[in-house]
């Protein structure tokens, strides 16, 4: 599966997850709900993923965290707030690099229509072929 596949799938179950609950609830609650629709799908799904820090040789544990991890390759950050801030995208990129991946969603759920809280950021993205 390639990594626009799988960008769509997690898209696919967070809008499912939208329709269900709506906007208003914590960011727990849709990243909890978010990890189960993704696993019924048959994902592997990792949630609190920790996120080490290596400067040279010393491989720091500083309490970073990716909400989930889906298939080893795309962080998602569920989000419950008025709007994403540009410390948003920093931090979802910051956590790509540390990680090593290309692709991350920032998802916002505290919105009326969810494709308008959704971000797809990118680290030295290469297109698939």
């Not at 962080?75 to 790509?96: G, N, Y």
């Not at 969603?105 to 971000?119: Q, R, W």
């Amino acid at each position: 599966m390639t990594l626009n596949e799988l960008t769509g799938i997690i898209i696919g179950a967070a809008i499912k997850v939208h329709k269900a609950l709506g906007p208003g609830l914590l960011e727990s609650a849709y990243q909890a709900c978010l990890a189960y629709e993704l696993q019924k799908l048959g994902l592997r799904v990792e949630r609190e993923k920790p996120i080490p820090v290596i400067y040279e040789e010393v491989h720091m544990e500083c309490g970073f965290r990716a909400d989930l991890l889906v298939e080893g390759s795309v962080i998602v950050e569920a989000k419950a707030k008025q709007a994403l801030l540009p410390v948003d995208e920093a931090q979802i990129l910051s956590h790509l690099r540390l990680l090593q991946l290309q692709v991350g969603l920032l998802i916002n759920f505290h919105v009326v229509v969810l494709k308008d809280g959704i971000k797809r950021v990118v680290n030295n993205y290469v297109e698939e072929i």
